[in-house]
């Protein structure tokens, strides 16, 4: 089946650092989506983006489809960005379900 | 406010025991999953339904049930088929549109915590 790889496994930034997670996929996809589990558990939406660029506020995400990886962007982090990023992608033919990484442990510290 | 909503938050289990989970969604949305979350690792697809009355199994069904009577609801029993059953489990929504249903983005719900006693 299909491979999901994110690197780095953790990250430990400053408050007010950049940085960048990459999502790798062995196959075609038809949907690719990242998320932000907090520490509370929740999943949160970050963006849908099987091909293209998308930005929203500090956060911006980068899917090149042709060569199966994608980048998550975090620019000026804040504490509050911690927690664990997720990519996960929808093979096609199999119905809509979401393969994902094993996740990007992110600590800003202040 | 639309959205997904999972209870309890946090659950219990004997051993030998069926405990169901729920999971509601006002979103009008066909299709719906249950995924299962293992400490410091991704989800895992269990279960899933495109649309009322049908639902097929995902990579880890064993040990899990599923229904699918209303458009709202996909409740998830875990029976005692299933030996570890501690973990957090996560319920998702999508629109299903026809044969590009795949690519509709998913929306989580808050998750229930599952523990056995």
């Known amino acids: 089946g299909i491979q999901v790889e994110q690197s780095p496994p953790d990250l430990i930034l400053q408050e007010g650092a950049n940085s960048t997670l990459r999502c790798n996929f062995s196959?075609?996809?038809?949907?690719l989506q990242w998320f932000h589990q907090n520490p509370w558990g929740q999943l949160i939406n970050l963006f849908y983006?099987?091909?293209g660029t998308k930005q929203n506020g500090r956060l911006s995400a980068t899917t090149v489809a042709t060569e199966r990886y994608s980048l998550l962007y975090i620019s000026s982090s804040q504490t509050t960005d911690s927690g664990v990023y997720f990519c996960a992608v929808a093979p096609y033919n199999q119905g809509g379900k979401l393969i994902f990484g094993q996740g990007t442990e992110l600590s800003v510290k202040p | 406010d639309g959205g997904i909503t999972q209870s309890p938050k946090y659950l219990f289990r004997k051993e030998g025991q069926n405990v169901t989970l729920s999971c509601e969604q006002n979103?009008?949305?066909?299709?719906m999953y249950w995924y299962r979350q293992d400490p410091g690792q991704g989800l895992r697809l269990i279960y899933y339904?495109?649309?009322?009355?049908?639902?097929q199994k995902g990579d880890i069904a064993e040990g899990y049930s599923v229904s699918r009577e209303k458009k709202e609801s996909f409740p998830l029993t875990v029976t005692s088929a299933q030996k570890n059953p501690t973990a957090f489990y996560l319920c998702?929504?999508?629109?299903?549109?026809?044969?590009?249903?795949?690519?509709?983005?998913?929306?989580f719900g808050d998750g229930t915590r599952l523990s056995i006693l």
């Open positions: 983006i099987p091909s």
């Open positions: 196959d075609s996809v038809n949907n």
């Open positions: 339904s495109q649309i009322v009355n049908d639902f």
């Open positions: 979103l009008n949305h066909d299709a």
């Open positions: 998702a929504s999508s629109t299903a549109a026809g044969r590009m249903w795949g690519n509709q983005p998913q929306h």
